[in-house]
């Protein structure tokens, strides 16, 4: 009798202590749950397996990138569904401890390992990064940064697009192209640090070069961009070449403690400091505060999350630390402004461009939606997957104010106090 999926859906009820509004569908063909909401495929009891020797976000993830699940339907839908089941229960989440003396909880669990089979637990998926040694090292970082950038210019071609921008963009509209979105975000750092003709700038974390090349083409400033992805560095540098201003643009691979040859009229960090990590982030600012001229400017675009009552809770998202963004972490803007002023900044504008990167995401998923079984071949079916789900449930936690997103500008101002800002310093909008 093909029964799995009615018993996971009843099981997966049990668990909760809630309805699970999602379909469910079996390796067996049985299917179970709300007819007209998103399905969750389990395509095997390796799945069921997975989310007992790792119940929670891990487990799913693993299954997920595994290919043991899949959604069919409204993507965003399900995902919006299962976050408030699995990510978003807060204190309305039973303990592991008090579930466990709910007798029918006990019962859940023994029937899931009944369906489940074998009791061994299935092997992480070889996309999961192995973890060893401390955080924040040249060396982690390194490897960290290694991970997530040296997937293959190629699928980030697809992802990105032709402006290869790896952050949020900035949208006249949701009907902009991402391509005009992104320069207008390119254009908007440039206004800001107030870049001018025979300048210096620092672009720190410079991806693709796209920033460095906006700024030396558009604004005429000599940049030193640096990152620490060697695939990175090869392909900003061939366009460099390609757009005949290695006159005017350098690119390093080269930590951010490296970096001697200040001082600079300007530093850009786009996307850079969510990997710096909360214990070196002090020390992240004051080494830019020392790079900078007195009156140079910092742009720093950064993701925030919400604060929370006791941040002593915190802990860094497991499917975003296992697959994404190894060692990456996410504070408060007002955490973030509270370092820059202890290195010394004087914090003049605080932007926050939430929705921004909502849009933003949502296209980088259309675009690898569109050139799937490309970028499979360029990476890995498990790469895709863990692709195609972190983008999706970012834009979600953007849209949701889970998280956010800010460009924070900030001066050396010297120290008799004349910062170099306008009167009206919002004269980019």
Request: glycine share 8%; aromatic share 8%.
């Amino acid at each position: 009798m093909a029964d799995a999926a009615p018993r996971l859906h009843a099981l997966v009820e049990q668990l909760l202590g809630a309805p699970f509004p999602m379909r469910v569908r079996a390796w067996d063909g049985s299917q179970a749950g709300p007819p007209d909401a998103p399905t969750l495929v389990v395509r095997n009891r390796r799945a069921v397996r997975r989310l007992l020797f790792k119940p929670g976000e891990l487990g799913l993830a693993r299954a997920w990138v595994a290919g043991d699940v899949e959604i069919e339907g409204d993507l965003y839908a399900a995902l919006d569904l299962l976050s408030g089941l699995v990510w978003e229960r807060g204190e309305d989440a039973r303990t592991l401890t008090e579930a466990l003396r709910d007798p029918q909880f006990r019962a859940a669990v023994r029937g899931l390992l009944k369906l489940a089979g074998l009791p061994l637990p299935p092997a992480p998926p070889q996309e999961e990064v192995r973890r060893t040694g401390h955080l924040h090292t040249r060396r982690t970082d390194r490897r960290a940064i290694s991970h997530h950038y040296d997937v293959g210019n190629d699928f980030y071609e697809i992802v990105l697009g032709p402006s290869m921008v790896y952050s949020c963009a900035y949208w006249e509209s949701p009907d902009s192209t991402l391509e005009a979105a992104q320069r207008d975000k390119l254009e908007l750092v440039c206004r800001k640090l107030a870049l001018t003709p025979g300048q210096r700038l620092l672009d720190v974390g410079c991806g693709w070069g796209s920033m460095a090349i906006h700024a030396a083409r558009d604004h005429g400033v000599n940049v030193v961009g640096i990152t620490l992805s060697q695939e990175q560095a090869a392909y900003a540098r061939k366009r460099v070449a390609d757009a005949g201003l290695t006159d005017k643009v350098e690119i390093r691979v080269q930590d951010y403690r490296d970096v001697t040859d200040g001082p600079f009229d300007a530093i850009s960090s786009i996307g850079m400091a969510e990997h710096v990590g909360a214990e070196r982030y002090l020390a992240y600012a004051r080494a830019l505060h020392a790079l900078l001229r007195p009156g140079g400017r910092l742009l720093n675009h950064q993701i925030a999350r919400r604060p929370q009552s006791d941040e002593t809770t915190y802990h860094v998202d497991e499917f975003i630390d296992a697959y994404v963004f190894p060692d990456g972490e996410l504070a408060p803007v007002g955490t973030t402004v509270t370092q820059l002023e202890r290195a010394g900044f004087e914090v003049r504008d605080v932007e926050s461009i939430r929705e921004h990167y909502a849009l933003t995401l949502r296209q980088w998923v259309t675009r690898l939606e569109a050139d799937w079984a490309h970028a499979v071949r360029l990476t890995s079916p498990g790469r895709a997957r863990v692709w195609r789900l972190y983008m999706a449930a970012c834009a979600l936690a953007f849209e949701r104010n889970r998280i956010g997103v800010n460009q924070v500008l900030a001066v050396r101002t010297p120290a008799g106090g004349a910062s170099g800002m306008p009167l009206r310093a919002r004269t980019w909008n």
